[in-house]
């Protein structure tokens, strides 16, 4: 399912507000729940107001991340005092950061991104600093974040479809 399908239907199958407790999407070996919303929306800034659609997404993005994080056994010792979802949340960011710098960056990147941008990387007095491995850790962090959510809503499209992710309503599960 393309993206702004997803979002879409995600729009369409939640108009009624669920009741607490009720199930907002579900899958193989995932379910979503009303509880599960109203943990990832006191996680959001007050100052932030995302929609209910865009809530409800990121929070089985959320799940499904932690779904996944549990099933390759991702480390996390952040989670490792937490509950509820509070845990989901930090399995899910451990999750993201762990995959992410996996996959790392394809090699010379971070050779190209000094090269093609000198203009960061010159000293007070003009001159080019050396590419040193502090340089290239900074560099490999700034490309890794610019990527981060590109990756992200990559890796949610493909969960969705691995756990079979089921956008319920009133009506039932779609």
């Not at 399912?1 to 070996?29: D, Q, R, T």
């Not at 090269?115 to 890794?144: M, Q, T």
């Not at 969960?159 to 309503?169: A, M, S, T």
Request: hydrophobic letters at 40%.
């Amino acid at each position: 399912m393309k993206a702004p399908a997803l979002v879409a239907v995600i729009g369409l199958l939640i108009a009624a507000a669920p009741a607490s407790g009720a199930v907002v999407a579900k899958g193989e070996g995932v379910v979503v729940t009303t509880e599960d919303v109203a943990g990832m929306q006191t996680t959001t800034p007050p100052t932030f107001k995302p929609t209910k659609d865009a809530l409800v997404k990121a929070t089985i993005k959320t799940v499904l991340f932690a779904k996944e994080a549990a099933a390759e056994e991702v480390p996390c010792e952040e989670a490792n005092d937490k509950e509820g979802f509070d845990k989901t949340l930090a399995l899910s960011e451990c999750y993201l950061r762990g995959t992410l710098m996996l996959k790392g960056l394809k090699p010379g990147s971070v050779v190209s991104y000094y090269r093609a941008h000198p203009e960061y990387f010159r000293g007070p007095d003009g001159k080019l600093l050396p590419l040193s491995d502090y340089r290239k850790e900074k560099i490999e962090l700034g490309i890794l974040k610019a990527k981060a959510p590109i990756f992200s809503e990559n890796e949610f499209k493909r969960l969705f479809e691995k756990y079979k992710v089921r956008i319920c309503g009133s009506d039932g599960c779609k």
